[in-house]
């Protein structure tokens, strides 16, 4: 069973920084893409980052300039550097594990974690 375990969430003020990691924990072979995505209360989810098996990144643009996803593949860990945070920020935090395999002849499945609620204080 895979797991994915999110920590990093919490309050800051405008302006300020923090740091969100996801580790996928169980058997697995193989991630095809990594991602966080957010949902602001009365919103849709949308996909905040995304970052391929082989380090290609996609943001939305809100978002450009500010944050940054990077990854280990070898640890299966995604970590979202969020900087110069605004209050429209405020979500709850999402990470996402797409086509996920525990062997590589496995079905790829997507997985997700509890969510992380971040908080920007104006």
């Known amino acids: 069973q895979v797991q994915l375990v999110e920590s990093g969430g919490g309050l800051v003020q405008a302006g300020g920084s923090l740091r969100l990691s996801c580790a996928a924990s169980?058997?697995?072979?193989?991630?095809?893409?990594m991602a966080w995505l957010r949902q602001a209360p009365g919103k849709q989810r949308e996909l905040v980052a995304s970052i391929t098996s082989t380090g290609t990144t996609n943001y939305v643009d809100s978002v450009k300039d500010r944050f940054t996803i990077s990854r280990d593949n070898a640890k299966n860990t995604v970590t979202l550097q969020m900087n110069s945070l605004k209050p429209e920020d405020t979500a709850v935090y999402y990470c996402?594990?797409?086509?996920?395999?525990?062997?590589?002849?496995?079905?790829?499945?997507?997985?997700w974690g509890q969510g992380t609620q971040v908080t920007v204080s104006s």
């Open positions: 996402n594990a797409v086509g996920v395999r525990i062997r590589y002849y496995s079905t790829a499945r997507d997985y």
């Open positions: 169980g058997t697995i072979f193989s991630i095809d893409a």
